[in-house]
């Protein structure tokens, strides 16, 4: 059984991971490298032609791209393996598992650990002001953590207590307010930023979402299903 359950989760992890961090090369990495234009001084005013930049990829881009690629498909075998192994536990308690509801996980897993910490702590790029790093990261674990729980309430929760604690943990961390800068300042233009954190969160809700629909299907394909 658990080699089954680590035999999915690399199976989805790796693939959802892949096609996250294509994605990102082409929908996020435009927007950073620009932004990142903007925070060492290169271009002075919005709309100025990054495409130098962009398309000028030597050994250095080619690596962090290639590392960029290595570290997502890891990171979503880490949340594979997280999914797959609450989805061992919500099967014990006769939830089906399929492709269908692995794609309400996944939807499940982007509320936690995307959209919950980003209503107050929205992606951030290059150049902009922000509180001390030890001090939001703690904020975001200590969210996500709770959105997490949240959603497992929602889901598997069967009673109106059980859903009011969710609606509590969802609300918590943003009624303690996330870590800010002293004041706001930088060199990006809030466009920018703004269409940065707007993608980063589409590919996320993508990945997610097959993340989920592939940890189903192969939770499936492996036999673990008691259907």
Not at 42 to 71: C, K, Y
Not at 79 to 94: F, G, K, Q, W
Request: aromatic share 12%.
């Amino acid at each position: 059984m658990f080699t089954r359950i680590v035999a999915s989760a690399v199976f989805a992890g790796a693939g959802a991971g892949l096609i996250a961090a294509l994605l990102q090369l082409v929908f996020v990495q435009p927007v950073l490298l620009h932004a990142e234009l903007y925070e060492s001084g290169q271009l002075v005013h919005f709309g100025a032609d990054p495409v130098s930049a962009i398309q000028d990829l030597g050994d250095f881009e080619l690596m962090r791209n290639a590392l960029s690629v290595l570290f997502t498909m890891l990171t979503y075998t880490g949340y594979a393996l997280v999914i797959v192994a609450l989805m061992s536990i919500a099967s014990d308690r006769d939830a089906v598992i399929d492709g269908r509801t692995g794609l309400l996980w996944g939807l499940a897993g982007f509320v936690a650990a995307h959209l919950a910490p980003a209503f107050s702590l929205p992606p951030e790029v290059p150049g902009v002001a922000s509180a001390e790093v030890d001090i939001r990261q703690v904020w975001w674990f200590a969210t996500v953590a709770a959105a997490a729980v949240a959603m497992w309430l929602i889901g598997f929760g069967k009673s109106w207590s059980a859903w009011g604690a969710a609606a509590v943990l969802l609300v918590a961390p943003h009624l303690i307010g996330a870590p800010e800068p002293l004041e706001f300042s930088g060199p990006v233009p809030p466009e920018i930023a703004a269409l940065f954190a707007a993608r980063a969160l589409g590919v996320g809700l993508f990945a997610w979402a097959i993340l989920g629909s592939f940890c189903g299907f192969f939770w499936t394909r492996n036999g673990m299903s008691k259907d």
